[in-house]
């Protein structure tokens, strides 16, 4: 069956302006998450949903980034006014359960986010 | 704050060579640990977990070992093949009773050669 998918797979925006970024679920996943992943450096955990709620978002660096789920299908990632300092590669994973007994999480390819 | 650390240097071995690579952790007391790989342009996958009750655990050519007194992981290919050159990451999480929010280190990137 199909894996996570993302899109775009890179986006080259101007400094202020505003992105959406996708992510497509393993159908029947009730567990989403958003990580970050800057050049050289390790994956920072952004946001997580369990259906459409997020009851974690501590990882949002800023009141410009928000996230949407709909339902227990595609998220969403927003990004405004971006900065320079936002260009990373964006990940996006998905497991059966986020909670309870460990759930092998899947990733996504990433979407490469350049800020000019 | 909870730390992760793994060797930020890229570990360069032989074909057919044993590759060890190491995990350490700080201030955390994680249910779980894991091992991902992550080749360039790509998400990680996941390879193994280990719980905290487990001193070893096998997959294949791989070995991931759990020290929760010394607070480490290591991580043994064997018989390492060129193949199995990438990136490999190790990361904690809450296991039961919390959610399975991932913490991440920054990864050791293996070259592995004819």
């Known amino acids: 069956g199909a894996g996570v998918s993302q899109s775009p797979s890179n986006k080259v925006t101007e400094k202020g302006k505003d992105v959406e970024l996708r992510c497509d679920p393993i159908?029947?996943?009730?567990?989403l998450y958003w990580y970050r992943q800057r050049l050289g450096q390790g994956l920072e955990f952004l946001i997580y949903?369990?259906?459409?709620?997020?009851?974690?978002k501590s990882g949002l660096p800023s009141d410009r980034f928000s996230a949407e789920r709909t339902g227990e299908s595609v998220s969403t990632l927003t990004i405004q006014r971006t900065q320079q300092e936002d260009s990373a590669v964006y990940l996006c994973a998905s497991s059966l359960s986020g909670s309870g007994s460990y759930n092998e999480q899947f990733f996504g390819p990433g979407t490469r986010l350049t800020v000019l | 704050s909870q730390k992760i650390e793994q060797n930020s240097e890229a570990l360069n071995i032989q074909e057919g060579k044993t590759a060890t690579l190491t995990c350490n952790y700080t201030?955390?007391?994680?249910?779980?640990l894991q091992w991902y790989r992550q080749d360039p342009g790509r998400g990680p996958v996941f390879l193994l977990l280990i719980r905290e009750n487990e001193k070893e655990k096998r997959k294949e050519r791989l070995k991931v070992t759990f020290d929760t007194t010394l607070k480490q992981s290591l991580f043994h290919i064997t018989a390492s093949q060129p193949a199995d050159s990438a990136t490999y990451l190790c990361?904690?999480?809450?296991?039961?009773?919390?959610?399975?929010?991932?913490?991440f280190g920054a990864g050791t990137r293996l070259a592995v050669h004819p």
């Open positions: 949903f369990q259906g459409n709620s997020a009851p974690d």
């Open positions: 990361a904690l999480d809450r296991g039961p009773g919390g959610y399975n929010k991932l913490i």
């Open positions: 201030n955390y007391s994680p249910a779980y």
């Open positions: 159908s029947g996943h009730t567990a």
